[in-house]
């Protein structure tokens, strides 16, 4: 029996530490928030003609002033978009590139872009995790990929970030939304027209 | 420990005074019956009888030391002067249960009033919860419900009402462990408590006035003024996530009344599992210990008292979302997103939560007056959590709040039939939210000073009337340095309303400091009628005072899991209650029952409701904000018991509750659906002290709920713009649990006694998710679960 309360007594007593700090400073400093995306842009560079860039700037993150987006001119019918996604964070100064923490954690992010009812494009990836990571793997990522402007039409781009998203399920690859699970770092839909 | 002496035993000597008279309980005035009184250094005893009296005889004139002893009592000592027949009535500090149980008879509920409904939870009961949390436990009694957060978060819910509204008073020291959030359990070992007093509603005016829901009373154990040393370990095991837990009590006693002990408890589990897959990041690691030290007089004595309690806690992986897209998906899904193999692992999102708690307490009994205490405590609560971030694995909160307390009461309790209370409470109370998070602060920097005076009384009008009253102020001042965003700050109107408080302008934020003072004022008036034996009305009214929190004042953000962006209100004034209790407990043959309605009109209560939608980048999230309503709660507890034999027994409960918004006209969310819990219990003595019971637990579907639902507009997976309405509001199905508990008791060694426990939890495997629970939407609740428990007394 006077082991056992020996023993007790020991595995209390291994229980026992204890931390104590105490920072004081009177007057709190200012948070600005790093890994907050203000500024989402994507960049389409046709083989000839004009670039056309979409914006989606929300300088006061997850406060009440909605985003302001902004479709910089039309596509035009049958052009090869190359496509290029760069997101910031412009409540810092210089603005942050948030493109090299997605890049540095290539395998567990990656965009999707969906073509609304009524518009005729099609967006197929051009990057892989291997380009930011060598890690051998074919999995897109989607910083950069390409878009097809059909026929003439109108409708809806939303290009989403997902992080963590089941890279493996099916579809997901090819950049289907449906089974990639995972939760959303950006959502935003932009007007496209194609003239 | 009873000496079954009755009568005299005559010393030699030619002596015929004697001693005699009544011993009561100190604090309601009861007859203690079969009390021992023992003339000191003299062979003479005398038993108290049933109506409590004794009578010494044998004694020469002189000055004797009597002790007197019982078993539901501390050891007291008196001295009393002998110069002929003396009368003289005793009275007796009236303690609860010991380390090793003793039936206990004549409960010490009067930590409320004696008016008011309160119920006790033995070591036995809590006992069976070594492994689980203090919220699992007070489920056993009806009228107490959880607010979970997966199994790993569980906050007490009483008649309806928590978090900021329950306090929890953990041995005499009111706990400040930033209970204002509805994520933040209590932060409190199970195990350092020797028996739990939930006091349903306000009248426990000497812990808080703003008790608006009850309070809850732990208490540790005390110590046998002998010389001692006794102990136990309670060994654990569980399937369902592979846990494990030990915690070991060591208490050393001297027949001086000094005594020190030590307590220590581990628990260990991985990923829990619902019937049909494993709940992924649903594991949790928790330390804990206390130790103390005291000495404990009949009229003097100190404790210093010291606990840590921490604790990192998985949340379900699932629940963790982006925005509104993604909790639709989780809702229509019906299975979490996120599922891995079993691991111990706990990653992101988590919680990792350590509270200090340091006390000093002493206290002078003055002959014919009553017993002062002082007591000073500090706390240190730190809360970090930890969200999924790109890039890095730090907190995204983290949280240190320290609050010093000192506090004064003076018991009267020199008449019988006259007790009174007064005391003093000041605090001083500071936040400091760590900045190298990066990410801005939810809850403030802040100072808060608070004052609080009361007085409490209790009369007995006749030998079965007793009334009692109290009345209690409360002044606090909170004095906060929080940022802003600009346009958060102009879009709640506070650049018209509080300009003045702005302190400095950034880019884009600016820092402001607003400084609020509070008075609240509560009080209690109730009364107990015992018109026969074991029949009794308590007739209790109420009202509390509660200053808004923290979040309620300062909250401007998003709260994952819900993906829902929570605005507080500096406008934000104190809610107050106004309750009225009726409790009828009765007994009559082998059949006792309980029933305890409410009624409660809280004015100006603070509810979090939705107000629109927000657009950001990461697309929509619905806006809820802390505003102010009138609303008002009734409900029933009901209990009942009725005792077969000796061997079997059957007890069942039912508790309601209705909760209204007079404002609206609409329902209360997140009031407790009615249920119904029946236990079949049967035990035979003989066969090791065997008890083997069947319980139900059946929760009936939630059907007043209010609609918060909200429609969302998104591209669907295959591309085409929908609507849809997210369903956040509607309530889970009914359901039914049945669960087995059984135990045995075997000696072992030469003075220990081990008991041998086997349960099974959720038998049947049900697939069920509960209303009050908010990862309700993400995944079902626990699956069947087979534990063992070893507890060995020494």
Redesign the interface.
């Known amino acids: 029996?006077k082991n056992?309360?020996i023993l007790?007594?020991l595995?209390?007593?291994?229980?026992?530490f204890?931390?104590?700090s105490?920072?004081?400073d009177n007057?709190?400093?200012?948070?600005?928030?790093?890994?907050v995306?203000?500024t989402?842009t994507v960049t389409l560079v046709p083989q000839t003609g004009e670039t056309v860039t979409l914006t989606?700037q929300?300088?006061?993150?997850?406060?009440?002033?909605?985003?302001v987006v902004d479709v910089s001119g039309s596509l035009q019918a049958g052009m090869s978009y190359t496509g290029s996604v760069l997101l910031q964070n412009e409540?810092v100064s210089p603005a942050e590139i948030?493109n090299e923490?997605?890049e540095?954690?290539a395998d567990e992010h990656q965009f999707f872009y969906?073509?609304?009812?009524g518009l005729n494009a099609t967006v197929s990836y051009a990057d892989t995790e291997n380009d930011y990571l060598t890690n051998g793997s074919t999995n897109p990522v989607g910083i950069d990929f390409t878009l097809l402007a059909g026929t003439a039409s109108e409708g809806?781009l939303?290009v989403t970030l997902?992080?963590?998203p089941n890279k493996g399920a099916e579809g997901v690859s090819e950049g289907?939304?449906?089974n990639a699970?995972?939760?959303?770092?950006?959502?935003?839909?932009f007007e496209i027209v194609i003239e | 420990m009873l000496m079954l002496f009755l009568g005299i035993q005559l010393q030699a000597q030619q002596c015929n005074y004697s001693i005699s008279g009544v011993v009561r309980d100190f604090h309601d005035g009861d007859a203690l019956v079969n009390s021992t009184l023992s003339v000191n250094g003299f062979e003479i005893y005398a038993l108290s009888d049933f109506d409590g009296n004794y009578k010494l005889e044998g004694l020469c004139a002189g000055t004797y030391t009597i002790t007197i002893t019982h078993p539901e009592c501390e050891v007291a000592e008196f001295t009393v002067e002998v110069a002929g027949d003396v009368k003289r009535d005793f009275k007796l500090e009236h303690h609860t249960e010991e380390l090793n149980s003793v039936t206990v008879k004549g409960q010490n509920l009067t930590k409320g009033s004696a008016s008011s409904a309160a119920q006790l939870l033995q070591t036995d009961d809590l006992e069976n919860y070594s492994n689980a949390s203090l919220g699992d436990a007070l489920r056993e009694i009806p009228g107490v419900s959880s607010l979970n957060t997966g199994s790993t978060v569980v906050k007490p819910v009483i008649q309806g009402l928590h978090s900021s509204r329950v306090l929890i008073i953990n041995n005499g020291t009111r706990m400040e462990d930033q209970e204002w959030g509805v994520e933040h359990a209590p932060n409190l070992d199970l195990n350092t408590a020797a028996n739990i007093t939930v006091v349903k509603g306000a009248s426990a005016l000497r812990y808080g006035g703003d008790a608006v829901g009850g309070v809850i009373l732990t208490q540790s154990p005390k110590a046998h003024a002998k010389d001692t040393l006794y102990g136990k370990t309670i060994l654990s095991g569980a399937s369902n996530g592979r846990g494990y837990g030990v915690t070991s009590t060591l208490m050393k006693a001297y027949e001086s009344g000094f005594y020190i002990q030590g307590q220590g408890t581990r628990k260990r589990s991985g990923d829990r599992e619902s019937p049909d897959y494993v709940l992924s990041n649903t594991g949790v690691s928790e330390n804990d210990f206390s130790v103390g030290i005291g000495l404990d007089k009949f009229t003097y004595g100190f404790d210093a008292y010291y606990s840590m309690y921490d604790a990192e806690i998985g949340i379900l992986r699932a629940s963790h979302i982006g925005n509104v897209s993604d909790l639709v998906r989780a809702i229509n899904s019906g299975e979490p997103f996120f599922i891995r193999d079993f691991t111990y692992d706990i990653n992101a999102p988590k919680q990792d939560v350590r509270h200090h708690l340091a006390k000093l307490s002493m206290f002078k009994r003055f002959e014919k007056a009553g017993k002062l205490t002082l007591d000073y405590s500090f706390q240190q609560n730190n809360r970090k959590e930890f969200d999924i971030r790109r890039g890095r694995n730090d907190p995204s909160l983290d949280l240190k709040l320290t609050t010093h307390t000192l506090q004064s009461n003076f018991a009267y309790d020199a008449r019988s039939d006259f007790k009174a209370d007064f005391g003093v409470e000041a605090s001083y109370q500071e936040n400091f939210p760590n900045p190298e998070t990066d990410i801005r602060r939810l809850i403030p920097d802040y100072e808060m000073y608070t004052f609080g005076t009361y007085a409490t009384a209790s009369y007995d009008l006749t030998e079965k009337i007793k009334l009692d009253g109290g009345f209690r102020y409360d002044f606090s001042e909170i004095d906060a340095q929080k940022f802003y965003r600009n346009s958060s700050w102009e879009d709640r109107g506070y650049d018209v309303d509080f300009a003045d408080i702005i302190v400095e302008q950034f880019d884009n934020q600016l820092l402001v400091n607003p400084v609020f003072d509070y008075h609240n004022f509560s009080g209690t008036l109730g009364g107990r009628y015992q018109f026969a034996n074991n029949w009794d009305l308590k007739l209790n009214f109420s009202s509390a005072s509660r200053a808004p929190n923290p979040a309620e004042l300062f909250s401007d953000g998003l709260h994952h899991s819900a993906a829902i962006i929570e605005l507080g209100d500096l406008r934000n004034k104190q809610e107050q209650s106004f309750k009225t209790s009726l409790e009828l407990n009765g007994q009559s043959g082998g059949f006792t029952f309980g029933v305890n309605p409410f009624y409660n009109r809280i004015n100006d209560f603070i509810i979090l409701e939705p107000i629109g939608v927000q657009y950001t980048n990461r697309g929509a999230f619905p806006v809820h904000e802390y505003r102010q309503v009138d609303a008002r709660l009734y409900g029933v507890d009901l209990q009942a018991a009725y005792y077969f034999n000796d061997k079997f027994d059957i007890k069942t409960s039912f508790a309601y509750v209705n909760g209204q918004d007079l404002d609206r006209d609409r329902p209360l969310i997140d009031m407790p659906a009615p249920n119904v819990n029946t236990v079949l219990s049967f035990r035979k003595a003989e066969w090791n002290n065997l008890n083997v019971s069947l319980r139900n637990q059946s929760v009936f579907k939630q059907t007043r709920f209010p609609n918060n639902d909200f429609q969302v507009n998104y591209i669907n997976e295959s591309g085409s713009e929908v609507t849809e309405t997210v369903k956040i509001s509607e309530s889970p199905a009914a359901y039914s649990l049945f669960h087995i508990a059984s135990s045995a008791e075997f000696k072992v060694l030469n003075q220990s006694t081990l008991t041998l426990g086997l349960y099974v939890d959720n038998v049947l495997n049900t697939a069920y998710r509960d209303y009050l629970n908010r990862q309700r939407y993400f995944a079902d609740d626990l699956g069947r679960n087979f534990r063992i428990q070893i507890k060995l007394n020494y």
Not at chain 1, 11 to 16: G, M, N, Q, R
Not at chain 1, 27 to 35: G, K, R, S
Not at chain 1, 181 to 188: F, K, L, P, V, Y
């Open positions: 029996m056992l309360k007790s007594l595995f209390i007593a291994t229980l026992t204890s931390s104590c105490n920072d004081d007057t709190p400093e200012l948070i600005n928030e790093e890994e995306i203000t989402i989606s929300d300088l006061d993150g997850d406060g009440p002033d909605e985003p409540t948030i923490e997605i540095e954690e969906q073509v609304g009812s809806q939303t997902r992080h963590e289907d939304l449906s699970g995972g939760e959303t770092d950006i959502a935003q839909t």
